[in-house]
């Protein structure tokens, strides 16, 4: 049977960098053994999920390089690729396990499930659905669906023993079935959760190895059962180290820029972004530091992935690009490199609107406009005197801006003004003096074209990596304050869900 892998992303943010590294080692995986890799998008939760996020995950694995073979744009003999798409088959499915009792009815609301958790755990238990709906009478649950009561279907897990099964890189795992949910498979809206989408999907699309990050072994006893209720052999798992900050928490976008579009505005090339991941966890036979995607395929053995977290360092990163840029490029490569990253017309005629006002000749743009070229501005706490703000105010504009700008789901001008307005007023603070620690975070200075439109062309991914460095070079926070901060901008925020029309 040949080779199919798959990277499986949930098109809900920004696409992160440790979904390129996944689909890096997937590919890589399935070129060395002659095999397809396809892309398919795990878009079942409606809420969550946005086209704007799957345009820009597609785009930035294929700015890296990583194509695949089949997928959502590409087509393929076994799509549609995108779970939104196939929801009668995960319905066919789930029906299919309930006809053989392997999975159920469940009726409970979520107030009482809230009560059954909470009494678990007043009697010192582990919350854990208990398996109500097992006792329903088929009577009973046929009354139900006819008076059209809302209901999920759960599946059905062991009461003892344990699962044992076999990872690629970490041999054999065990995971006692007490420690399984009675995962729910079709949720009352009719969309299938994770857990039965990517089995049915992986059985279906012929996929052989599972590559995956390591989050998701808890997740492995379940999928077993599934793959034997339905009578289908389980394809090989492996799941990859997470990358991990310095500190070597878990890489996380409070932390560290975890955006492949970060570095894409950054001005990396994107073979030395593919080379620092083929270096998370791997190494070449020979240890070579610096090498390509096409000296990755050609030399790949899954089995040389070492399991200690490999750091994702912006700093080695830069040493790694610098050496592309100085190694890889002539000055002809090195021009249309730079064209097709930022400075060219399409760009510039975007940010025009922006300063043609303040322009007198065309020397002038430089200086006004040099921040949306640049990473990020050099500053101290000088740059954030204000004559209103003390520096404490000033941190908490820009903490809690960062915080209230995590969350915002669509980019653009109006909302970034809606976003940051509500804020400034749940802050108490006159619009124009929050703004001022911004003004010089975005822009090095508080004398800079339009903030917000700057705001919208700069993306997510660089306003918030120059908020958290301004916040740094303000003066940072203390593990105490941010924890005393964070209370106090639940607060904030709260009272703005609670009252929204107060907003409007
Ligand atoms: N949709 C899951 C994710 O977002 C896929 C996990 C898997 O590969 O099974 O990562």
Not at 160 to 168: A, K, N
Not at 257 to 269: A, E, F, K, L, Q
Not at 323 to 331: C, G, H, P, V
Request: aromatic letters at 10%; proline letters at 5%; glycine letters at 6%.
């Amino acid at each position: 049977m040949s080779v199919r892998t798959r990277i499986a992303p949930s098109p809900t943010g920004d696409p992160h960098v440790g979904t390129a590294y996944v689909a890096l080692f997937n590919l890589c995986f399935a070129r060395s053994q002659g095999g397809e890799f396809i892309l398919r998008i795990e878009d079942t939760d409606q809420v969550r999920s946005t086209p704007e996020s799957e345009k820009m995950i597609l785009d930035s694995l294929r700015w890296l390089g990583l194509e695949w073979s089949e997928g959502p744009d590409v087509g393929g003999p076994y799509g549609p690729y995108r779970q939104s798409e196939r929801t009668d088959i995960y319905q066919q499915h789930a029906m299919e396990l309930v006809d053989k009792g392997h999975a159920f009815y469940c009726f409970a609301t979520s107030e009482e499930l809230d009560e059954m958790r909470r009494e678990q755990v007043a009697r010192g238990e582990t919350a854990k659905y208990d398996g109500r709906g097992l006792s329903l009478s088929a009577e009973d649950v046929k009354k139900r669906l006819a008076a059209g009561e809302p209901y999920v279907i759960r599946m059905k897990i062991p009461d003892e023993g344990s699962c044992v099964f076999h990872d690629l890189l970490r041999g054999q795992i065990e995971i006692p079935w007490s420690q399984v949910d009675m995962q729910v498979l079709l949720k009352a809206d009719g969309m299938p959760t994770y857990h039965l989408a990517n089995v049915v999907d992986d059985h279906l699309m012929k996929i052989t190895h599972v590559i995956r990050g390591e989050e998701w072994i808890n997740s492995a006893p379940k999928h077993l059962l599934l793959y034997q209720y339905f009578g289908w052999e389980m394809p090989e798992l492996c799941h990859m180290p997470l990358l991990r900050n310095p500190d070597k928490s878990k890489l996380s976008k409070r932390k560290n820029p975890t955006s492949i579009n970060y570095y894409r505005h950054m001005g990396y090339m994107p073979e030395a972004v593919v080379n620092y991941l083929g270096r998370m966890g791997w190494s070449m036979p020979d240890e070579s530091e610096k090498f390509g995607l096409q000296d990755m395929l050609d030399q790949f053995d899954l089995r040389a992935v070492h399991l200690g977290g490999p750091v994702f360092d912006t700093e080695k990163l830069d040493w790694l690009n610098g050496r592309w840029i100085r190694e890889n490029l002539d000055e002809q490569a090195f021009a249309n490199r730079v064209a097709e990253w930022a400075i060219n017309r399409d760009n510039l005629a975007r940010m025009i609107p922006l300063i043609k006002e303040r322009v007198e000749k065309f020397s002038d743009i430089a200086p006004l406009l040099g921040f949306m070229f640049s990473g990020m501005p050099k500053l101290d706490t000088s740059h954030f005197e204000h004559k209103k703000l003390d520096n404490e105010t000033v941190r908490r504009i820009l903490q809690y801006s960062s915080w209230r700008l995590d969350g915002l789901r669509h980019w653009s001008r109006d909302g970034l003004y809606e976003e940051l307005n509500q804020l400034a007023q749940g802050m108490e603070l006159k619009l124009k003096d929050f703004l001022s620690p911004l003004f010089v975070a975005v822009a090095g200075s508080s004398s800079a074209p339009p903030l917000f439109d700057a705001m919208a062309i700069l993306g997510p991914d660089m306003v918030r990596a120059r908020i958290r460095s301004a916040l740094e070079a303000s003066g940072g926070v203390s593990k105490k304050q941010l924890k005393a901060w964070d209370k106090d901008y639940r607060l904030l925020s709260a009272a703005r869900t609670e009252h929204p029309e107060e907003q409007a």
